[in-house]
């Protein structure tokens, strides 16, 4: 199983992103999928996360400006980023906890740089 990252890049403040992550390999079924960052000198912190049912819980500062999506049919989950702020940029990765033909795990995406910047 394989989480890969798509989407980072530079991006103007106020201006918008979208990232994606797909799940590859025998998977059967994903329950939450989570998008992380890390920016420069500081933890990683939850973004956003999503349950199969489709419910979402968001960070505070990303409130109103950030959404989660999913596609089950595609093992993908996606983060649209707008209204972007210099405090975003960050390392985004992907976090997903599944069952695949080596039972339940948590995986992680290799992470896409995020650079908001004028």
């Known amino acids: 199983?394989?989480?890969?990252?798509?989407?980072?890049?530079?991006?103007?403040?106020?201006?918008?992103?979208?990232?994606?992550?797909?799940?590859?390999?025998?998977?059967?079924?994903?329950?939450?999928?989570?998008?992380?960052?890390?920016?420069?000198?500081?933890?990683?912190?939850?973004?956003?996360?999503?349950?199969?049912?489709?419910?979402?819980?968001?960070?505070?500062?990303?409130?109103?400006?950030?959404?989660?999506s999913r596609d089950d049919a595609k093992n993908t989950v996606y983060l649209q980023m707008d209204s972007l702020k210099p405090e975003d940029t960050a390392v985004y990765y992907c976090n997903a906890d599944l069952y695949s033909s080596t039972g339940w795990n948590n995986y992680w995406g290799q992470g896409t740089l995020v650079t908001v910047s004028s």
Do not use: H, N
Request: overall charge positive.
């Open 1 to 68: 199983v394989q989480l890969q990252a798509f989407g980072g890049g530079l991006v103007q403040p106020g201006g918008f992103l979208r990232l994606s992550c797909a799940a590859s390999g025998s998977i059967f079924v994903i329950t939450a999928m989570t998008w992380y960052r890390q920016a420069p000198g500081k933890q990683r912190e939850l973004v956003a996360t999503i349950t199969r049912g489709g419910s979402t819980k968001y960070t505070d500062s990303v409130k109103g400006r950030f959404t989660i």
